[in-house]
């Protein structure tokens, strides 16, 4: 099954950019990237997504490498209430099973 | 435009007793997904349907648990005789088939499930 690694936990300062990486070397040549977060005891909540390039919306930008093979989240401003658990996701090959790993939980420092 | 909506949202229940939780996609979303969830870990798949036909299931679905989607709308996941393992967040999500767009797929906030 394709995965994805990334960090256990980072910092970041508030009003700085967050940047959360995520490996998914194995990423079929058709699957796009996909990045949720979730706040404590709460459902998980779409960001963004993207396939080959660089996407931005009102919450964040999405960095891919040329390969695909690793992406970047990019929270320019970050928040307090950024606080949470960000997942890097792609879907299984030839299924619709989505895969999630541990993810990274970030905190933004007052 | 209302999202993916769950209930109960919170459900204590007795070792051995039967469950059942309810998900409403968000309209006209023809794919629907149960995920589990436990602490400190990421959501793990269930299974998945399109329309009212169960596609895939995870082996994590033991013949104790089931899930339905009978007119391709709500659906619900039932798990018999309960044990402790159980407790959980389950998850559900949906998505509109996939338009050369991705797919992405929408969660609701879970019901959380506590076997004493």
């Known amino acids: 099954d394709a995965k994805t690694t990334q960090p256990p936990s980072m910092d970041c300062a508030e009003g700085r950019a967050a940047n959360l990486p995520c490996n998914h070397s194995t990423i079929s040549g058709n699957e796009y990237v996909y990045w949720y977060r979730q706040i404590h005891s709460q459902g998980p909540q779409y960001i963004i997504h993207g396939l080959k390039n660089n996407e931005t919306n009102e919450m964040a930008s999405l960095i891919i490498t040329e390969d695909r093979k690793s992406s970047t989240l990019i929270l320019p401003h970050a928040t307090l209430r950024d606080t949470a658990v960000y997942y890097c996701?792609?879907?299984?090959?030839?299924?619709?099973?989505?895969?999630f790993g541990t993810g990274t939980r970030l905190k933004v420092l007052a | 435009d209302t999202g993916v909506s769950q209930n109960p949202r919170h459900k204590i229940t007795k070792r051995g007793q039967n469950v059942t939780f309810r998900c409403d996609p968000i309209s006209e979303h023809n794919r629907l997904y149960w995920y589990r969830q436990t602490l400190g870990q990421g959501p793990e798949f269930l299974t998945y349907f399109q329309n009212e036909a169960q596609l895939e299931k995870s082996r994590l679905l033991s013949d104790r648990f089931s899930a339905e989607r009978p007119k391709g709308s709500f659906s619900t996941l039932e798990i018999q005789r309960t044990e402790q393992g159980d407790s959980a967040m389950y998850l559900c999500?949906?998505?509109?088939?996939?338009?050369?767009?991705?797919?992405?797929?929408?969660f609701g906030e879970g019901s959380w499930l506590t076997v004493v």
């Open positions: 996701i792609v879907r299984a090959s030839g299924t619709y099973k989505y895969i």
């Open positions: 999500a949906s998505s509109l088939a996939d338009r050369g767009l991705g797919n992405t797929i929408y």
